[in-house]
């Protein structure tokens, strides 16, 4: 079964072919990957409606360009997976308008697939794929969670964010630093050379006993922070701004916030291995790229005999294959029917809840 994957939810136009075998594991043929950050970064944002147009103008070459590289035809594929949601919900028009006019074309039925659990699967696409079951630290830029993940589909909710994802407190912190969008990659480039201590950031609901995360509150102390920093440095009373700041102040600032999402997201997943009982960790979505999050998951684990698992760096944040792999496993699992309606929906706001038991 050849399953072609279309993702367009955001600012990332990704498509890829995988392979899928009886019940092993589908296998990545080719994917190709068009990121939109540049375009978006004279306006300091995602701009949606050109989102949305850049992905039209995208989808089809991209999709060329997977069909060459992974040598089959579009005769070849079997079905049209792509992101139902959540995201934006023109960005998702295109991708689902695209694979439905495919499939209707090609009379192959089309299969709508949750975002997140693209991002959850996405590690089984590494060369270290990992086994059932785990906990799963899923960070993307609008969720954090903590899962117990059984098998596909099968997810109970352990902890979530009751405001702000992890992703948001770096883009939104990067943002109050003049880092710009995307804010996180830059906020950790920054922090690298800086120090973790420098300044004391709140580590919200790091010993509330339960796992959940909350990360509002260490944006506004970046806010605080940033804002005595600038006083501190004002001359003739007029305030400066955050970039005009020596670097070592500025790195010293990314580093210690930083370290308080790092801390937090580490402990909490921690408590979730320890709760229960598992052996297996597994890290997702964009976040997941983070270097300093990465090196002291790897330590804490390595102490605790638990194995941790990342999908290749390239793939943590939005691509195509994950929707692909995502569409293969759950229809290998029997989860789904990939339907022949076209009568495509997209939900922008899809909520986790549409995954997970609690
Ligand atoms: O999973 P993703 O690509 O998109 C969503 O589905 O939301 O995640 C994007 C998020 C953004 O918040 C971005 O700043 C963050 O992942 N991110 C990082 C890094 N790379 C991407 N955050 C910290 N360090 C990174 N290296
Ligand atoms: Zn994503």
Redesign the pocket.
């Known amino acids: 079964m050849l399953v072609l994957g279309i993702e367009s ?2 600012d ?1 136009t990704g498509v890829a072919m995988v392979q899928a075998e009886e019940q092993a594991l589908p296998t990545l043929l080719a994917h190709a990957l068009y990121s939109q950050i540049e375009m978006h970064q004279a306006f300091g944002g995602v701009v949606p409606e050109l989102a949305s147009r850049d992905h039209i103008r995208r989808v089809l070459p991209l999709t060329q360009e997977v069909l060459d590289a992974s040598g089959k035809s579009l005769a070849d594929v079997d079905v049209v997976a792509y992101t139902r949601g ?2 934006l919900a023109g960005a998702l028009l295109v991708g689902a308008g695209v694979a439905c006019a495919l499939g209707a074309a090609l009379g192959k039925p089309v299969l709508g697939v949750h ?2 659990e693209g ?1 959850l699967l996405s590690p089984f696409l590494s060369a270290d794929p990992p086994e059932f079951p785990f906990v799963a630290l899923l ?5 954090t969670q903590l899962m117990r993940v059984e098998g596909v589909g099968r997810y109970e909710l352990l902890g979530e964010s009751i405001d702000d ?4 407190a ?2 939104k912190s ?1 943002k109050l630093m003049g880092l710009g ?9 920054l922090a690298e050379q800086g120090r973790a201590d420098a300044y004391k950031l709140p580590r919200p609901l790091l010993n509330s006993g339960n796992l959940d995360f909350s990360f509002a509150g260490l944006k506004t102390a970046v806010l605080v922070q940033s804002q005595r920093m600038v006083a501190a440095q004002a001359t003739d009373g007029a305030l400066g701004l955050f970039e005009s700041l020596p670097l070592q102040q500025r790195a010293d600032l990314a580093a210690s916030t ?1 370290a308080a ?1 790092v801390e937090v997201l580490l402990k909490k997943s921690m408590n979730a291995l320890k709760q229960t009982g598992l052996q297996r960790l597994v890290v ?10 990465r090196a002291q998951l790897n330590a804490a684990c390595a102490k605790r005999n638990v194995r941790v698992h990342y999908p290749e760096l390239h793939l ?4 195509g294959a994950m929707i692909a792999m995502a569409g293969a496993m759950r229809l290998q699992n029997g989860l789904q029917q990939a339907s022949t309606t076209y009568a495509f929906d997209v939900k922008p706001r899809l909520a986790v809840g549409q995954l997970v038991a609690r």
């Open positions: 939810s955001c990332e959540p995201g975002h997140l991002h960070v993307s830029g609008g969720h994802a992890a992703g948001e770096f883009d990067a969008y995307p804010g996180g990659p830059a906020l950790s480039r930083q999402i997702a979505g964009g976040v997941g790229a983070n270097r300093e999050l943590c944040t939005d691509n």
